[in-house]
């Protein structure tokens, strides 16, 4: 599956923000999504999943109750609804995908992913 991230930018503390990642290629309904993220020098960060339904999301601990992820699978698209934006927040946004039935309940929100996206800059500035 082909995974195309966008909606990154710059904003101001405070602010708003949604990205969104499309995917082609394969049925993507049949795909966990998840979002994560990497800033200038530091290990890549899990943001949020979503199940391959919609019926289960999981946050980052530093995004709960900021950050909301959702997904449309009639228009193969994942939605990751930033508000309440921090400078920290400043990062390259990846979304990453993984064939649903490849692990079914042991499936980790936090990985493995098969699939990548090219990732979004989000930048917040204070």
């Known amino acids: 599956v082909q995974l195309q991230a966008c909606g990154g930018g710059l904003v101001q503390a405070g602010g708003s923000l949604r990205l969104s990642c499309a995917a082609s290629?394969?049925?993507?309904?049949?795909?966990?999504m998840g979002w994560f993220r990497q800033a200038p020098g530091k290990e890549r960060e899990f943001v949020a999943a979503?199940?391959?339904?919609?019926?289960?999301?999981y946050y980052g601990d530093s995004v709960k109750g900021r950050f909301t992820i959702s997904r449309d699978n009639a228009k193969n698209t994942v939605y990751l609804q930033k508000n309440s934006l921090k400078p920290e927040d400043t990062a390259i946004y990846y979304c990453?995908?993984?064939?649903?039935?490849?692990?079914?309940?042991?499936?980790?929100?936090?990985?493995?992913?098969?699939?990548w996206g090219q990732g979004t800059q989000v930048t917040v500035s204070s």
């Open positions: 990453a995908a993984v064939y649903a039935r490849r692990y079914g309940y042991n499936w980790s929100p936090q990985g493995p992913y098969d699939y």
């Open positions: 290629g394969r049925t993507f309904s049949n795909y966990n």
């Open positions: 979503i199940s391959w339904s919609g019926g289960s999301t």
